[in-house]
């Protein structure tokens, strides 16, 4: 078991992308729907996708990720809910906490997980996919539990004993869970 180390990316926060001459630029998308719409400042927009997310760039990251669910027996549209959350696919998100890449790998769970190089696509995938599996393990396979830990730590769910009540946290769950719902993988209703 890993000690309590834990992703910080949430629902609304704010994810970066590291442009070529070092600035960073804001990235962060408006909440997912199930009609490819998207809700911004309490209205239905058409789907925007970041500059730098081209249509190959996302069909590359589903292939690592499709390897990735496959290899460490996780369900392919759950590790793609939370690679949507965590950086809306961009390899290049930076969280203000200094999560990285795809799924927003810490240097420090990324180093547990021998991750070398989480700003790699494919390993930084494979970590996030290893880190949602063991939590899977850890909370009896109960996926709104696996994914508030992945949001704000084993350790959390562990004292409360359910979903953090951290806004974050439950917004988090609530939106994977209801992409899953759209896929109809999984139930909404947690």
Known sequence: MLPIAGFCSVAHANVFERKQNGNLVEISQSVWRADGSQVVDGRY????????????????????????????GVDRNLVDA??????????????????????????????????RNPHDVEQNVI????????????????????????NAGPGAVIKYGSIPPYRETQNYVRQIMQRLSATSAYRAGY
């Not at 949507?84 to 810490?106: C, D, F, H, K």
């Not at 970590?127 to 830990?149: D, H, K």
């Open 45 to 72: 927009g058409p789907k925007a996708e970041p500059v730098s997310n081209s249509a190959q760039s996302q069909n590359a990251v589903r292939q690592h990720i499709q390897v990735a669910a496959t290899r460490f």
């Open 82 to 115: 939370v690679a949507w959350q965590e950086s809306r696919y961009n390899p290049r998100a930076i969280s203000t906490a200094g999560a990285v890449g795809v799924m927003q790998l810490m240097p420090d769970t990324a180093r547990q997980l021998g991750v």
């Open 127 to 150: 970590g996030g996919t290893a880190y949602l599996r063991q939590q899977l393990e850890r909370f009896g396979n109960n996926v709104p539990l696996a994914l508030a830990a992945y």
